[in-house]
């Protein structure tokens, strides 16, 4: 080692071992997990979302705008905003057509078709093909969405995979069907299926991080029998189903639970109380034995469903609602993102509603990760409406412009700017190497290889 040091050959060597173990955490850096409040990557680095949704669980089962744009178009407008993830949404009648059309999946010609009638899918199809030259009519839903992971991957923006949904359809009504395990759409077994099915399949998508188990559930007031079994315990077991079958079929992304009132309640499970009508209070440890370190909690937050008025009542109630898990013991502590909140892309929303200016200020605050509805500017169909205009997406109905420059770029870069600067010297937990076995194994590999390398050229060289 003597003429390492004499030749200058230690340093090299050195360096290239830093730049070897830089290189072993390299984007994406996953699995993921909970510490604390935090999400932490596989170096024990903390994670921060900054993200939009993009919906693909409407009618036609693929995700929007492609009629108008590229996928590359789409991501790169995504990326321009400093954003790094994406909600990407699927309804659970994908996988039912699949299952029932013997495991092969239905056509992008067939879906738009269907969705659209002939006529008008056949125009829509058109205008797919010539944005994105690299489908053809035969393509499949899926071989769709799997290009939108590929080119999210490509640019680095992380994925939230969202059960939005059993029946493709836009959400979210008491009444629609998909409201409750056992509703008109909401098949337990389908879901479960269709669970297993999307971990599985999203297994080869570098960029996915986290899947979620279901959006918004709430009251299923089109049944009023099954609205009777509305409660937290049937939440409890439900949700624990869900997350099971996730991590049987893929254990590393994180599992996101979705609370009850449309997803704006946790404070039963955060506070430690019963879950009504049983005595059970939650318990992460028995939630999931395996995997309590990919829990994590998602809320949404909307001015359509309450009426703000000013912004420390807003935040008494967010705080009450689920909040509260960021500052308490680490028995009631979990992550917590906001997977939806948004408002109209006009002009003065941003500025003069007071719920927009009470949002967008409280989670950089409280160094929370978020998801904007939506980057949409317009959908196929919507509640039976083709090519509806979407007053609330980034976009324009072309997905060419932003519908708000203004809020753009004096509003949401703001925002996401605030929210890193915010968590700037969290450590997560102090970037110590996870327990889990997945990464450890990566790390051994790594280190292994680099000291066999070390004593070959030890050896040659002595």
């Known amino acids: 080692?003597?003429?390492?040091?004499?030749?200058?050959?230690?340093?090299?060597l050195l360096t290239w071992l830093a730049t070897s173990a830089h290189l072993s955490a390299a984007w994406p850096n996953t699995p993921f997990r909970a510490s604390g409040r935090w999400i932490v990557d596989s170096s024990g680095d903390m994670v921060t979302y900054v993200g939009?949704?993009?919906?693909?669980?409407?009618?036609?089962?693929?995700?929007?705008?492609?009629?108008?744009?590229?996928?590359?178009?789409?991501?790169?407008?995504?990326?321009?905003?400093?954003?790094n993830a994406v909600r990407l949404t699927y309804a659970i009648e994908m996988v039912d057509q699949i299952f029932d059309n013997g495991g092969e999946d239905v056509t992008?010609?067939?879906?738009?078709?269907?969705?659209?009638?002939?006529?008008?899918?056949?125009?829509?199809?058109?205008?797919?093909?010539?944005?994105?030259?690299?489908?053809?009519?035969?393509?499949t839903r899926l071989q769709v969405f799997d290009a939108v992971a590929t080119e999210l991957a490509r640019q680095e923006i992380y994925i939230l995979l969202?059960?939005?949904?059993?029946?493709?359809?836009?959400?979210?009504?008491?009444?629609?069907?998909?409201?409750?395990?056992?509703d008109t759409y909401f098949s337990i077994s389908n879901w479960t299926r269709g669970l297993t099915f999307m971990a599985e399949?999203?297994?080869?998508?570098?960029?996915?991080?986290?899947?979620?188990?279901?959006?918004?559930?709430?009251?299923?007031?089109?049944?009023?029998?099954?609205?009777?079994?509305?409660?937290?315990?049937?939440?409890?077991?439900?949700?624990?189903?869900?997350?099971?079958?996730?991590?049987?079929?893929?254990?590393?992304?994180?599992?996101?639970?979705?609370?009850?009132?449309?997803?704006?309640?946790?404070?039963?499970?955060?506070?430690?109380?019963?879950?009504?009508?049983?005595?059970?209070?939650?318990?992460?440890?028995?939630?999931?034995?395996?995997?309590?370190?990919r829990l994590v909690?998602?809320?949404?937050?909307?001015?359509?469903?309450?009426?703000v008025d000013s912004c420390p009542e807003y935040e008494k109630k967010l705080t009450s609602r689920g909040f509260s898990t960021l500052t308490k013991d680490p028995e009631h502590q979990y992550p917590l993102l906001m997977t939806e909140f948004g408002f109209a892309q006009d002009a003065d929303t941003w500025k003069n509603d007071v719920y927009a200016?009470?949002?967008?200020?409280f989670l950089p605050k409280q160094k929370v990760?978020?998801?904007?509805?939506?980057?949409?500017?317009?959908?196929?169909?919507?509640?039976?409406?083709?090519?509806?205009?979407?007053?609330?997406?980034?976009?324009?109905?072309?997905?060419?412009?932003?519908?708000?420059?203004?809020?753009?770029?004096?509003?949401?870069?703001?925002?996401?700017?605030e929210m890193l600067e915010a968590v700037k010297g969290e450590t997560g937990d102090g970037g110590q190497a996870p327990t889990d076995s997945g990464s450890a194994k990566s790390y051994d590999v790594w280190w292994g290889m680099l000291a066999s390398i070390v004593a070959v050229l030890s050896a040659a060289i002595c």
């Open 1 to 12: 080692m003597h003429f390492l040091a004499r030749t200058g050959l230690s340093s090299a």
């Open 52 to 83: 939009v949704n993009w919906p693909g669980h409407g009618e036609v089962m693929i995700p929007e705008g492609l009629q108008h744009v590229s996928i590359a178009s789409v991501v790169a407008k995504i990326k321009s905003l400093g954003l």
């Open 108 to 139: 992008i010609e067939t879906a738009l078709v269907n969705a659209l009638g002939k006529e008008n899918g056949t125009t829509v199809l058109g205008k797919i093909l010539g944005n994105n030259p690299q489908f053809t009519a035969q393509t």
């Open 162 to 182: 969202d059960n939005h949904g059993s029946k493709g359809q836009w959400c979210c009504s008491p009444f629609d069907g998909n409201a409750w395990w056992g």
């Open 201 to 293: 399949h999203a297994k080869s998508w570098p960029a996915l991080a986290a899947m979620s188990l279901r959006n918004e559930l709430r009251q299923p007031l089109s049944n009023l029998t099954l609205a009777q079994e509305y409660n937290w315990a049937n939440w409890y077991s439900y949700s624990q189903l869900g997350a099971n079958t996730i991590h049987s079929a893929n254990p590393d992304p994180l599992i996101l639970l979705s609370g009850m009132d449309s997803s704006m309640q946790f404070d039963v499970i955060v506070d430690g109380k019963p879950l009504t009508p049983s005595t059970t209070v939650f318990d992460r440890s028995a939630f999931a034995p395996d995997f309590a370190d």
């Open 297 to 307: 909690l998602e809320m949404h937050a909307y001015s359509i469903t309450e009426k």
């Open 357 to 361: 200016t009470c949002i967008t200020q």
């Open 369 to 417: 990760g978020w998801f904007i509805w939506v980057i949409a500017g317009s959908y196929y169909v919507r509640e039976g409406i083709q090519e509806y205009d979407e007053t609330w997406g980034l976009l324009d109905a072309k997905w060419e412009n932003w519908r708000s420059p203004d809020f753009v770029e004096n509003g949401l870069k703001k925002m996401v700017n």
